[in-house]
């Protein structure tokens, strides 16, 4: 699959706070790549260097080989966006701010009519594209802005925070939008906060904190080498739990240990040849392991485990 | 359904293809905006007022005329009802209309909708041209629909046919410079409560400049007689011309206060002020009668210092360096980039623009007196005060902004060295004349010292007063802004030649 977004070394600054660290990563074709970050990370300038609405300071971004810095309005034919906030137009029918936009991108006679009957269909807004489109439910309002940067068929497609402010049923729906477009062939990044809603539906993420980038890659390499970083394990003994736990507090390795169910939880950095180590240190301690159970990570484990939740 | 419905259903229906196709070919703003106009209230409510408006003021001068029992009133009914409808249309299209552009543009900014436009991968010069066209498609609704009004007051008689067609074209074109002034300011007042600012000094300007209109109508209804001078019509003619100017000049401060700021946002203000100032010495050599009065030509040139100095106060304060956008797009050859340089966005290269505008006028002012009259026309003291002029603007421009060159890509510090250069200018004015006044030198306490640049140029042109000493000002002044500027302008100079074109870039 060919290459629909490359981050080159992004580096964006405001005065002396630098937003976005030398960034880098790629999204290609039929994928979908969370982009998850604490609040204030980086996560919005990013998108929005990506999305021509600002510039890095240094290096690039490129949206099917097009550079954002040179090109801007050739990215835009590229790219769809769909900000965290956007506004909409007073006196205007969801049918008129539809047409509006097909016009903007140039799309003329029977070829506009055609893409604003697709995409209507496939948002299923074609029931309400009478209605003024101040009043629609938040949800509707999402799904027409989606409709509107699916007009042009972009080949990326960059929502930030989509699913903010949805109810379950309108973010189900949603996520199976999403599914459909990579499906379709479409890149797709996405941000959220939701990140059981992320592991759903993402086949890569990208984890930036205080606008550096701290992993990326697919979901499961990512969580593999968050793995191999961090453990969390569960140990039942007949040993007193106390015992356990002075053990396990004093062995090297162990970042914390607290008593639940019966047994202990233990944080643990390294990979497994570390809990091995834990094991037979356990047996030679004369603890009686009867249970040792490493939790299995998810993306909110990986979150948690490579973010301190630093705001800049 | 009737039979007459079902018809004029079968020819909506055969028209909508066509309409369809039509309106492919327009902007999709002025689409969008008529849409919004004819569902919201303003246009609405603005529309029937207007004519409930004229209909009653109409109504009220007419029962006055036929009352009047003086004799010949009958000639004058037509001018005096033309007047009363023509002052409501006016108030219309060149307030109402253009107050509306402004609120249009205002709402991008409050509605959070200016970002889906930039998305939309519509140019700034399309989304202004859209919400002017969208002003002017509502202007014509008004003339269209007063036309009935008009029709009425030129049968009553004592109208000149001439005279109704100039002042409603006069009123049109008005409507439209208005409202590129509207787009423009609010482009300019992106918060609120700059808006709120703005809005209030476009109210004053559409006010003034709509009671000017009525006011010329009026004169010209009449004595249509006026209409026959050539004086008249060159006058028309010559702020037509620069109407349009500045209306270009509004357009381009629009279209880059739109631009992103890393996009080229100052080569058309750069162009435009050029062509304005062309524009203005064009209309004072034909109003000159190529005869070169001198008043005349100095006059023209020191205005036009003016306004170069004027737009050149926000040139010399943009951020000193190009953008990788506008790096990337510069021509190939060195050459074309280094004469490029006065257009190039770029503090120092303002200070490159004020000169070449100034010798632009300076060229003109003398190569219309050699063509006119074959020869140099002008004294000493005037060809003193053409070389003082621009020196005067490089000393009080170039000074002061090179202090802050190094900080300019802070929006509050621009705005700082904008202030600072205008009050310095002020303050030396002021000071040396405190300075006379305190330390007892009676010219400085009378204002004539070398920093004031209205005494010495007045004196310049009489050959009195002591103006002599100005000339010691002006070469150490402009040695310290040479010496001050010179960094930047090497600096300048090095970037525009070392900038990456867009294919090495891409490499």
Not at chain 2, 343 to 367: D, E, N, Q, T
Request: net charge neutral; hydrophobic share 50%.
């Amino acid at each position: 699959m060919s290459v629909a977004l490359e981050v080159r070394g992004l580096t964006r600054r405001f005065g002396k706070l630098v937003a976005v660290d030398d960034a880098s990563f790629e999204i290609r074709r039929g994928e979908i790549l969370g982009f998850i970050g604490p609040n204030g990370a980086g996560k919005t300038t990013t998108m929005r260097v990506c999305a021509t609405l600002d510039l890095p300071d240094e290096g690039d971004v490129l949206i099917d080989g097009v550079s954002v810095v040179l090109d801007p309005r050739g990215v835009r034919r590229r790219l769809g966006f769909m900000p965290d906030s956007y506004g909409a137009y007073v006196h205007t029918t969801v049918a008129d701010y539809l047409d509006f936009f097909a016009r903007t991108y140039g799309l003329r006679g029977k070829d506009r009519a055609r893409m604003l009957a697709y995409v209507k269909d496939f948002t299923g807004l074609t029931p309400l594209e009478h209605k003024l489109m101040t009043s629609l439910s938040k949800g509707m309002k999402q799904r027409l802005c989606l409709a509107k940067t699916l007009l042009h068929d972009p080949a990326l497609l960059i929502l930030d925070e989509p699913a903010a402010g949805l109810d379950p049923h309108a973010r189900v729906e949603l996520r199976e939008l999403v599914k459909a477009l990579a499906g379709l062939g479409k890149a797709v990044m996405i941000s959220s906060h939701i990140l059981t809603e992320l592991s759903q539906i993402c086949t890569s993420v990208a984890v930036i904190e205080a606008g550096r980038i701290r992993a990326t890659g697919t979901v499961d390499d990512v969580i593999r080498r968050a793995r191999t970083q961090h453990q969390r394990v569960f140990v039942r003994s007949l040993a007193p739990i106390d015992a356990l736990l002075k053990l396990m507090l004093e062995t090297p390795g162990v970042e914390t240990a607290r008593p639940e169910r019966g047994g202990v939880v233990l944080e643990v950095a390294g990979a497994e040849d570390d809990l091995a180590r834990l094991v037979r240190r356990l047996v030679e301690a004369g603890m009686d392991p009867i249970e040792f159970s490493p939790k299995a990570t998810d993306l909110e484990d990986v979150f948690l485990s490579l973010t301190a939740g630093t705001v800049q | 359904m009737t039979l007459a419905a079902e018809q004029q259903e079968q020819v909506a229906t055969e028209l909508a293809p066509l309409a369809e196709r039509l309106s492919d070919r327009l902007n999709p703003i002025l689409v969008k905006e008529v849409r919004q106009s004819l569902r919201g209230r303003y246009f609405k409510v603005s529309f029937w007022v207007t004519l409930t408006l004229a209909t009653m003021i109409g109504l009220g001068v007419l029962l006055v005329s036929f009352s009047s029992t003086r004799e010949g009133a009958s000639a004058v009914y037509g001018p005096q009802f033309f007047v009363a409808i023509f002052a409501c249309l006016a108030l219309a299209t060149q307030v109402l209309v253009p107050f509306s552009a402004f609120l249009s543009m205002g709402s991008e900014w409050d509605e959070n909708t200016f970002d889906l436009l930039v998305l939309s991968n519509l140019k700034p010069r399309q989304i202004v041209i859209g919400k002017v066209q969208s002003a002017a498609v509502q202007a014509l609704l008004f003339y269209a629909s007063f036309g009935p009004f008009l029709v009425f007051a030129f049968l009553l008689r004592g109208l000149d046919l001439l005279a109704i067609f100039l002042c409603l074209g006069i009123s049109f074109v008005g409507s439209l410079l208005l409202s590129c002034l509207a787009v423009a300011l609010s482009s300019f007042g992106q918060g609120r409560f700059a808006r709120l600012m703005l809005m209030v000094l476009l109210a004053i300007v559409l006010v003034q400049g709509t009671f000017v209109t009525i006011a010329w109508a009026g004169q010209t209804m009449m004595i249509p007689s006026l209409l026959r001078d050539p004086d008249m019509l060159q006058g028309l003619a010559a702020a037509a011309s620069i109407a349009a100017a500045v209306a270009a000049f509004f357009f381009a401060a629009a279209c880059a206060r739109l631009a992103h700021p890393e996009e080229n946002r100052s080569t058309g203000l750069r162009v435009m002020t050029l062509v304005g100032i062309a524009v203005g010495l064009a209309w004072a050599t034909i109003i000159d009668g190529w005869s070169v009065d001198e008043d005349v030509v100095l006059g023209a040139v020191m205005v036009g210092h003016a306004v170069l100095a004027l737009a050149t106060l926000f040139f010399i304060t943009e951020p000193e360096r190009l953008g990788r956008r506008v790096a990337a797009k510069l021509p190939k050859s060195r050459l074309v980039r280094l004469l490029a340089t006065p257009l190039l966005p770029g503090g120092a290269r303002g200070l490159v623009f004020f000169v070449c505008g100034s010798l632009m006028m300076s060229a003109w002012a003398l190569g219309y007196s050699f063509i006119a009259e074959g020869r140099l026309v002008f004294t000493t003291g005037e060809l003193d005060a053409l070389v003082a002029l621009p020196l005067y603007g490089v000393i009080f421009l170039g000074i002061p902004s090179a202090l802050f060159t190094k900080r300019l890509d802070s929006l509050a510090v621009r705005g700082i060295s904008r202030i600072v250069i205008v009050t310095g200018f002020i303050a030396a004015i002021m000071l040396p004349a405190l300075i006379g006044f305190l330390f007892g030198l009676p010219n400085w306490a009378d204002f004539e010292h070398p920093l004031n640049v209205f005494t010495m140029i007045h004196q310049m042109l009489r050959k009195d007063g002591h103006y002599e000493e100005a000339r010691y000002f002006l070469v150490a002044g402009t040695l310290i802004c040479v010496a001050l500027n010179w960094p930047r302008l090497v600096r300048a100079a090095r970037e525009q030649l070392q900038a990456p074109t867009a294919a090495s870039s891409d490499a």
